[in-house]
Structures are given as structure tokens and as C-alpha cells.
């Protein structure tokens, strides 16, 4: 019997270790994901929330413009990451949506 609840206290262990390991995120320079949290047509906006992030702890938070600026259609994104994998995007995605309360998408980078 006691051989049995340590089988099935190991197994609960490796489970909970196994869904760390999983959770973890791992920042990297040159990762092929972010996840993008905002999107400004204003740069000083985009830039006081980069701040904003950065302050709650996110150093790995950027901004990147996109658009055409012949035409005015230029948005300033605001982006968390780089991380290597898709897996590890929605971990960073699911973080911010249970600790902030913040929508996102998972962006591949070029």
C-alpha cells in the first residue's frame, strides 16, 4: 500500500514539474515570437506604454512601427519577447492575460 502512494506522490511530482517546465519563459535576442499587447498610431503613446511594461517588469518589451507613412496609415506596436518558440509565446500570453487582464496575439517575426 505504501508503495502505491509513493508511485502516485512521484507521478503527481514529475507532473507538477513537468508543467513548470513548461510554463517557463525564456527570453532570447534573436527569438522568432512576440506577443503583442497594444498597437498606438501615436509613438509617444506607444513609447509611455513600452514604459509602463518595462516598469512592471518586462525588459523585454519593444515597440515596433509599421504601416505606410506616405499614406498616414503608420501604428506604433507594442510588443513583449523575443522567445524562440510558439509554446513559449502562449506561455508568456496566458502570464499576461492571467496576471494583467491584457489581450494579445502571438506575432511571428521576420
Known sequence: QQMIQDSIAQARQDSIAEAERRSQIE???DGDFAV???SWRSEAKANE?????KNRGFENAFVVKFGNEETGDV???VRIGRVETREMAE???DKLSNEF???SWI???N
Open 36 to 38: 503583442q499587447i497594444q
Open 107 to 109: 506575432s511571428r517575426l
Open 91 to 93: 506561455n508568456l500570453q
Open 27 to 29: 527570453y532570447s535576442n
Open 49 to 53: 506604454e513600452l514604459n509602463m511594461w
Open 101 to 103: 487582464d491584457t489581450q
Open 75 to 77: 501604428w506604433y506596436r
